[in-house]
Nanobody
Framework: QVQLVESGGELVEAGGSLRLSCAASGRTSSTYALGWFRQAPGKEREFVSAITVRSNSTYYSDSVKGRFTVSREGAKNTVYLQMNSLDAEDTAVYYC????????????????????WGQGTQVTVSS
């Protein structure tokens, strides 16, 4: 089992920045990738970004590419999502997820491949 706890979500003005954190505990040695997903009210969950644990390969959705940066600090078992140039469309609950098995450029965006999920953190961008 892997436990994930997100933090850092808050209300921010459009154009501002936030950094989300996701602290992992438990059997983290079995984690292949850590991903960020988000879900806005009335919308389906969507992929935001992912990073693989061994190679630190990173993946982004087109909607956040160039604005968001995913990173991880192995010693702390923590993954971060630096979000810049936020706009109202970024408003959502952001979830951290851990995948135990391989995913790559075409598959890390698939939420069904992730085995563990955090409770989410709310990001609200005021316009």
């Amino acid at each position: 089992q892997v436990q994930l706890v997100e933090s850092g979500g808050e209300l921010v003005e459009a154009g501002g920045s936030l950094r989300l954190s996701c602290a992992a505990s438990g059997r983290t040695s079995s984690t292949y990738a850590l991903g960020w997903f988000r879900q806005a009210p009335g919308k389906e969950r969507e992929f935001v970004s992912a990073i693989t644990v061994r190679s630190n390969s990173t993946y982004y959705s087109d909607s956040v590419k160039g604005r968001f940066t995913v990173s991880r600090e192995g010693a702390k078992n923590t993954v971060y999502l630096q979000m810049n140039s936020l706009d109202a469309e970024d408003t959502a609950v952001y979830y951290c997820a851990a995948a135990a098995y391989y995913c790559g450029v075409l598959t890390c965006s698939n939420g069904n491949l992730y085995d563990y999920w955090g409770q989410g953190t709310q990001v609200t961008v005021s316009s």
